[in-house]
Each structure stands twice: as structure tokens, then as C-alpha cells.
């Protein structure tokens, strides 16, 4: 496709950004697939965003740490011996090797390549083979460092230096997620999946309050549908969220009884969020789970998704295992509900046949998040 068909498509953007929620369309087919729009967004998203790589109690000792691709950006974050966490390049300073991969535990930083080896701060400490170096000196080279900030327990990174802190931007959500204490929930599994579809068509999915009924009707909605208890919010500029309140039928979405610090209306409420561009999040009083979704290409999808749950509810559960085994089975399924309908959308838009379409109020979420696409990629067109 030509830069005019592009242009044609961020325009198609335009027009559906401007319209009233009451006249609403679904984000032009051509959004998904064209291929010079992933260089367009990871120069005015994703390089320039937030983005979650992770939980803070997901690597709870000195020296555990995790890793992070942005687009093609390798990172890292790693727990200080302060108890501090820090994020840095995962660029070895000596001839640029990826220095760590997945998660781990590790006192220092040591090359695969050539053993160059950094302290948990990023300083160099060894580098073999140089005392024939004319002027070298290990003191002048350390990890490039990446902005980090810590909202609610979560891990955001940023190649921004100029963005407003994330607390700053996501203070309209305290007021909203506060009380139920993300932090102290308990990590218990996690999965890493790549998906045949655009990154675009899964936040949408994770945010679409209409399609429990029938796509998760043997998990989310084997007890009865979700829509009629849903109510969708429009957020603000930098995230977008709904909220369905628990069914007793399912006996899921309810505060512990020792659970002493969540009032009234938040003891069987379920919130989704999405904290753009790409943190969504189910938080609930007996759960939590989050995605951080990255694209890999224009057709391919890199989820990082990871389940806690409260630690009211493990300590006072007959097995505790048996526990985390139910929640693991029911999130697996949904996922694999999911999947092959987010793909087929994918494949979907790309027919000829394929035009945006009218949304439902449960579709307000989506909505939000296309208008924040609108806004990010046409600034200073």
C-alpha cells in the first residue's frame, strides 16, 4: 500500500474519531492490516507511552528480575539490593548482546557474549580481556537506564523522559481501584502467548462488554450472562473502563469475609479496565488479572498475561492449591474461547466485503480506545 493509502486510512480515523458515541462506528478494517501503521505506532505509542512490564510482586527479592520487549526495544527490570527496582537496556555496553532473557534471579549481569558483568545498578564491574586496552576504564561504562515508575504495584516503563508520571496521569483511577489493594494480591501463574492477530483487535476484545454471552458462555457465562449487570464508563483520555456486578450464581467477584477494607459497593463489584495504550486489567475482590500486550508484527500479538489472587482468600481456603488450580482452569479456557475468535476477526478485516459497523452501548469501552488511537497516531500529523 502507497503512503496516499495510509493517509486514506488515518483519515477514515479521523472521521471516526469525530463522531458522538451515539452515532459511533467500529475503527476503519484497514486500521488492522496496513502494513507501514505498526512504524507509525511504535513511533507515536509506543515509544512515547507507558508501558506495564510486570508487577512489583512478581519479583519480590534482590536480584530477581524480568524482561520486556518494546516493539523491537529490549528492557529489563531488576530488584535492587535496596529493594529498589531499576529498568535498563538489555544492551550489553560492549558489543550490544541481549544480556537477559525471561525471568530470573541473578546477583550480578553477566554477558553471554563476552562476559562483560554489571552490578545490579548497572555499573560495570568486569570485563575480561581489556587490560590491554589503551584507556580503559570500567568505571565509564554502565547499563543505559529506562525510566521507571510504580502505580498500584505495577511496573510501567517508559523511553519517554518528558511523559507526565503515571500517577499523575492515571489519578482519575485511584478513587476507582484504590480500595481494592492491587499490591498486596499474590501472584500465582502466568502465561506468555504469541496470537495470530493484530494487537489492536485484542485490547478491543478484552474491553467489549457484549461478547460474554456467547463467546464465554461455558466460562464467564455459564451461569448466566454478564451484559444486563454491566455498566460502562467513558474514563478519560488515558484509560477507559466497565463494571459488572457479581452474580451469585457464579460465586465468583466477592470480597472475603476478613476482607475489612472494601465498603459496600465495591465488595461484589468486577471492574475491566483499559490503561492505554495496552495494560488491560480484571480486577476483582477475589482476583486479578492482567495483560500487557505488545505487537509482533502486523498480524501477530505477544501477550504477557499473569493471575494473583488475594491473600485473604489463599490463607483461608480448605486447599489452597485446589484454589489456584480452579482459577488457572477457568482463565485458560476463557483464553482459549477468545482466541480463535479475535484471530477470525483479524482475518475478517482484511476482506474486501469488510466496513466499519454500528456499536452498542456495551461497545463504549472500544469506542474509547479507537478515539485514543485517533489522538495519538494523527498528532502532529
Known sequence: MSHLELKAVLDELRNMAALDFSSARSAPPSLYHHPDLLSLEAEKIFNQEWICVGRTA?????????????????????????????????????????????????????????????ALDGQLIGAPYMDQTPNFNKSDYRLAPVRLEIWEGFIY????????????????????????????????????????????????????AMHIHRVHKESFAKNGSSEDRTTCFEGDEHFTW???????????????????????????????????????????????????????????????????????????SPDR????????????????????TVEGVFQATASSHAQAGPMSHLERNVYEFDRYLARQLLEKE
Request: net charge negative.
Open 58 to 118: 512478581e519479583i519480590p527479592n534482590t536480584g530477581d528480575y524480568l524482561t520486556y520487549e518494546i516493539i523491537d526495544q529490549p528492557i529489563f527490570v531488576i530488584r535492587q539490593k535496596d529493594n529498589a527496582i531499576a529498568a535498563f537496556a538489555n544492551v550489553c555496553a560492549h558489543r550490544c548482546a541481549k544480556l537477559l532473557e525471561g525471568k530470573g534471579c541473578s546477583t550480578r549481569i553477566s554477558c553471554p557474549y563476552h562476559s562483560w558483568t554489571y
Open 157 to 208: 516503563v517508559t523511553l519517554n523522559n518528558d511523559l507526565m508520571s503515571v500517577s499523575e496521569r492515571l489519578k482519575g483511577l485511584h478513587g476507582i481501584v484504590g480500595q481494592y489493594r492491587m499490591a498486596d494480591y499474590e501472584p500465582v501463574f502466568d502465561g506468555d502467548e504469541v496470537w495470530d492477530t493484530n494487537w489492536k483487535c485484542l485490547v478491543e476484545n478484552f474491553m467489549d
Open 242 to 316: 466497565h463494571q459488572i456486578e457479581a452474580s451469585s450464581n457464579s460465586g465468583r467477584g466477592f470480597a472475603h469475609e476478613t476482607n475489612t477494607w472494601l465498603s459496600d459497593e465495591y465488595r461484589t463489584r468486577i471492574l475491566l479496565l483499559c490503561l492505554f495504550p495496552n495494560h488491560t486489567i480484571q480486577l476483582q475482590p477475589d482476583l486479578l488479572w492482567y495483560l500487557s500486550i505488545m505487537p509482533q508484527g502486523t498480524n501477530q500479538v505477544r501477550i504477557r498475561w499473569r493471575v494473583s489472587i488475594p491473600r485473604e482468600i489463599l490463607e483461608n
Open 321 to 340: 492449591e485446589e484454589t489456584i488450580a480452579g482459577v488457572k482452569a477457568l482463565l485458560t479456557q476463557v483464553n482459549a474461547e477468545d482466541r480463535p
